[in-house]
């Protein structure tokens, strides 16, 4: 059983960047794939980006690709989006989640753990 906590979220203006944080409790969370979903109001949720258990692979949404960044540490059982240049259109909640197979994952159903979900507001 993997329980996951995201942080970081808030309010920034266009054009600024936030850092969120996922913490990860369980003594498997380095032989875990992470990823990162968001959910807008009245939309599906939706893939973001996703890195191996050892970070030596990361893909992400065309959406984001050059603006946002994922990143994990192992020691800390810590996985990180680093989101810069937001825009008005990446306001959601944002969802980390844990893949107990050790593959990188772009679908909801590759996941098994999920978080609670932090709130990311872009304001133009």
């Known amino acids: 059983q993997v329980q996951l906590v995201e942080s970081g979220g808030g309010l920034v203006q266009a054009g600024g960047s936030l850092r969120l944080s996922c913490a990860a409790s369980?003594?498997?969370?380095?032989?875990?794939?992470m990823g990162w979903f968001r959910q807008a109001p009245g939309k599906e949720r939706e893939f973001v980006a996703a890195?191996?258990?050892?970070?030596?692979?990361?893909v992400y949404a065309d959406s984001v690709k050059g603006r946002f960044a994922i990143s994990r540490d192992n020691a800390k059982n810590t996985v990180y989006l680093q989101m810069n240049s937001l825009k008005p259109e990446d306001t959601a909640v944002y969802y980390c989640?844990?893949?107990?197979?050790?593959?990188?994952?772009?679908?909801?159903?590759?996941?098994?753990?999920w978080g609670q979900g932090t709130q990311v507001t872009v304001s133009t």
């Open positions: 989640a844990a893949n107990s197979k050790p593959l990188v994952a772009t679908t909801r159903r590759g996941y098994d753990y």
């Open positions: 369980g003594h498997t969370f380095s032989s875990y794939a």
């Open positions: 890195i191996s258990w050892s970070g030596g692979r990361t």
